[in-house]
């Protein structure tokens, strides 16, 4: 029986990421997250991108390059609840570590600029929840510029990633006439006001009914009639809110605001903190291979999701990063190590925000906790205090970039090899066999993957390596191997070190064409 303090721990956990396109605003709105949960007092300070001091500088080259390379979590409490926000990097940081990070959380915020919509890189994380059946709200953000139409957006969001959208609030104005937004649940506009200094501190709410004379007032009649119209017309013909279905990943709560001017923040976050589940129980496969759910409150287990090399540079160890699934997390405790077959003893936790590496005293299922580790944990390992199951096999991920490498020296060769194999089994990149045999090559979802490889041959294993880019640009594995595939002149058959076919093409064209030449194959993504 899990005690009632382990009970309210979990129930009041929130674990989630944050998915956007580049510069759609998640930094700031997560910064801003910070604000009006308390930790800090004052925004902006991570306002500018090249000068900001990263909050995860752990590795020699991050720090180089003045931005954070692998995904981190941060905790802290929020009203009452605990929230664990997991950093899924973008920009030229994409790696393999964005997606998996996915894998790892119980909701996701999807960050859209109201002046896009819906981008490259927010489709392709979304996948990956949709995947996962990960419940999604979407904060449509800088509506204090000019953007598109409410409900161009929204149906975009329809269209373009197959999930019914569902507006919680409704925008009036949109740019220099922005004005607020209606709340729906509670019929009452919230007046924009322009925060000083960037939205720096809190802001405060002005609150008027829609059915009130004041409404017409502030507005005008034209524009109350209008927006009047608009609500009215999203009670008839919008869709509806249904939590089952929310859970499930098919409906999004779709809120209008602006990170930077803090307009519409904390209702959002009151709603997300309300909304969002806590821990969930996650499926996991017996020694016998039968298939059962854990509940977050049975005992201890986790899995790792993520492999950071490197962080203190003195001791040459890893950090292997957990996500406990459930139970409560106990320092020093032995504990069964799946893969290995063993019992380990674990080290002390430590809280995943900063490189001071503070320790935690105590997790709960819902937490990320990292552990010092030199070998013992690979990418997908399952640790449990009863043993005799593993959390589900994180899936891989299409790469877009494709390279053969080598030692700059033959006399390097053995410990290349090491190396490689090492980085393999740890989940930094992956590597494919053509069929017709030759030379293997590796894969990597960003082109930072392929950088941070060489970084660590060279800063771990005392190699130089070389590169040598090929011209693929998209993969797939095969739904069913069975079957015979017709491959175009310009794809290549590999498989993968799992052992399964992997089809690499030169670009989403020649994807779609082989798609179409072979009707009978699903191609997949992510496998
Ligand atoms: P990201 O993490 O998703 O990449 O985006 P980030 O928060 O860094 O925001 C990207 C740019 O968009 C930043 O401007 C940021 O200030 C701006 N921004 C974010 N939210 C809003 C909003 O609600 N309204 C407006 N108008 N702008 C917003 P920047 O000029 O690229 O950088 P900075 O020098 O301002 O940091």
């Keep these: 029986m899990a005690s009632p303090e382990l009970v309210r721990e979990i129930e009041r956990r929130r674990t989630f990421a944050i998915i956007s396109h580049p510069d759609a605003g998640k930094t700031t709105l997560t910064e801003k997250l910070l604000l009006y949960s308390g930790l800090i007092q004052s925004a902006g300070l991570v ?14 080259m991050e720090q180089e390059r003045g931005i954070s390379i692998t995904s981190s979590a941060m905790q802290f409490p929020y009203k009452g609840q605990m929230i664990n926000v997991l950093d899924t990097p973008g920009h030229q940081d994409f790696s393999e570590d964005t997606y998996r990070t996915l894998t790892a959380a119980d909701s996701a915020i999807m ?19 949709r995947l996962r059946g990960i419940p999604i709200l979407t904060f449509i953000n800088k509506l204090d510029m000019p953007g598109r139409d409410p409900l161009d957006l929204l149906t975009e969001l329809e269209e373009a990633l197959g999930v019914q959208a569902c507006a919680f609030n409704w925008p009036v104005g949109s740019g220099r006439d922005f004005r607020g937004v209606v709340d729906r649940r509670a019929n009452e506009l919230q007046l924009f006001t322009k925060t000083a200094a960037a939205g720096a501190k809190k802001s405060k709410v002005e609150r008027i009914p829609v059915e009130s004379d004041e409404f017409e007032e502030r507005l005008g009649s034209q524009l109350a009639d209008k927006v009047r119209g608009e609500l009215e017309l999203l009670d008839v013909a919008g869709n509806r809110f249904d939590q089952d279905q929310f859970l499930a990943g098919k409906v999004t709560p779709s809120f209008f605001g602006s990170a930077l001017t803090n307009f519409g923040l904390e209702p959002f976050f009151d709603a997300f903190v309300e909304m969002a589940p806590s821990p969930y129980a996650r499926e996991v496969t017996n020694d016998d291979e039968s298939t059962v759910m854990v509940e977050p409150t049975e005992e201890f287990s986790a899995f ?28 020093d405790k032995r504990v069964h190590h799946h893969r290995l077959g063993k019992m380990v003893r674990l080290s002390r936790p430590h809280s995943v925000v900063a490189k001071t590496r503070d320790a935690l005293d105590e997790a709960f299922a819902g937490d990320v906790v990292g552990l010092i580790s030199r070998d013992m944990f690979h990418i997908g390992d399952t640790i449990s205090s009863g ?21 700059t020296s033959t006399s390097l060769r053995k ?20 069929e017709s045999g030759g030379e293997t090559l590796i894969g990597a979802v960003g082109r930072l993957q392929l950088e941070v490889l060489q970084y660590r041959l060279d800063d771990e294993y005392g190699v130089e390596t070389h590169l040598t880019y090929l011209p693929y640009q998209c993969s797939a594995w095969l739904a069913n191997e069975e079957l015979p595939f017709k491959p175009l002149s310009t794809s290549l058959m590999t498989r993968d070190d799992r052992g399964r076919i992997v089809v690499l093409f030169q670009s989403d064209w020649d994807k779609r064409a082989a798609a179409k030449l072979n009707p009978e194959h699903t191609l997949l993504d992510f496998a």
Excluded at 50 to 55: D, L, V, Y
Excluded at 111 to 125: F, I, N, P, S
Excluded at 304 to 331: P, T, W, Y
Excluded at 388 to 400: I, S, V, W, Y
């Design 47 to 60: 306002k500018n991108r090249k000068g900001r001091k990263a909050t995860s500088d752990w590795m020699g």
């Design 111 to 129: 960050v859209l600029d109201a002046g896009k919509g819906v981008e490259v890189q927010t489709r392709k994380l979304f996948e990956v929840c």
């Design 304 to 331: 790792v999701f993520k492999i950071q090399a490197n962080m203190d540079r003195r001791h040459r160890d890893c950090i292997a990063f957990l996500r406990i699934c459930s139970g409560a997390f106990e320092a």
């Design 387 to 407: 043993g005799g199951f593993r959390h589900k096999a994180l899936p891989m991920f299409q790469p877009e970039l494709f390279a053969r490498i080598s030692p």
């Design 415 to 434: 410990r290349f090899d090491k190396g490689m194999r090492n980085l393999i089994a740890e989940g930094a990149i992956q590597r494919f066999t053509p």
